[in-house]
T-cell receptor, first 116, second 109 residues
């Protein structure tokens, strides 16, 4: 079974630009969660999608948004990029159902975003 | 609020010794507690998890214990090997999965 796939692996952007990251979950998994990982803040929850609906949201500004498609693939978008957005963005998939946070989540390799 | 504290932040052990990492969580309603291992430049990998209706779970050299009353859970690694060197994260389920800050484990050979 293929694991969670994230594209692209690396991305370099400049301040003010916007970026879209993609995540394909494990086949059969319907929940996708996104996390930001930085050395100082650890793993911070961004949002979770299940059945094309945002089920939960973390404490990030509205510049961070996401969506999920009918095949469970998910994208996250960051607009008006700031230097502080430089991080590893990880997505994780789980079967879903009643509460994605109560089920094993499996991570992708992440997208390393660098803002110049 | 939803919070997970993890200790220690770094841990050095001699190969063959045991390692213990401890976490406490804030919400007594949490019922799922996974542990992840992240090697340098790689994805976090789920290594073991436990649910609140179980006090202990073991998988070869790895075990996790849960004390619901104290809102405390721990990861135990026995007979450590150099390949156990990594960052370990605990997490607890609230409305979302909340992670501890991580423990850098170094196993010296």
């Amino acid at each position: 079974k293929a694991g969670v796939t994230q594209t692209p692996r690396y991305l370099i952007k400049t301040r003010g630009q916007q970026v879209t990251l993609s995540c394909s979950p494990i086949s059969g998994h319907r929940s996708v969660s996104w996390y930001q990982q930085t050395p100082g803040q650890g793993l911070q929850f961004l949002f979770e999608y299940f059945s094309e609906t945002q089920r939960n949201k973390g404490n990030f500004p509205g510049r961070f948004s996401g969506r999920q498609f009918s095949n469970s693939r998910s994208e996250m978008n960051v607009s008006t990029l700031e230097l502080g957005d430089s991080a590893l963005y990880l997505c994780a998939s789980s079967l879903g159902g009643q509460g994605g946070s109560n089920q094993p989540q499996h991570f992708g390799d992440g997208t390393r975003l660098s803002i110049l | 609020g939803e919070n997970v504290e993890q200790h220690p932040s770094t841990l050095s052990v001699q190969e063959g010794d045991s390692a213990v990492i401890k976490c406490t969580y804030s919400d007594s309603a949490s019922n799922y507690f996974p542990w992840y291992k992240q090697e340098l430049g790689k994805r976090p990998q789920l290594i073991i998890d436990i649910r609140s209706n179980v006090g202990e779970k073991k998988d070869q050299r790895i075990a996790v214990t849960l004390n619901k009353t104290a809102k405390h859970f721990s990861l135990h690694i026995t007979e450590t090997q150099p390949e156990d060197s990594a960052v370990y994260f605990c997490a607890a389920s609230f409305s979302k999965l909340v992670f501890g800050a991580g423990t850098i484990l170094r196993v010296k050979s």
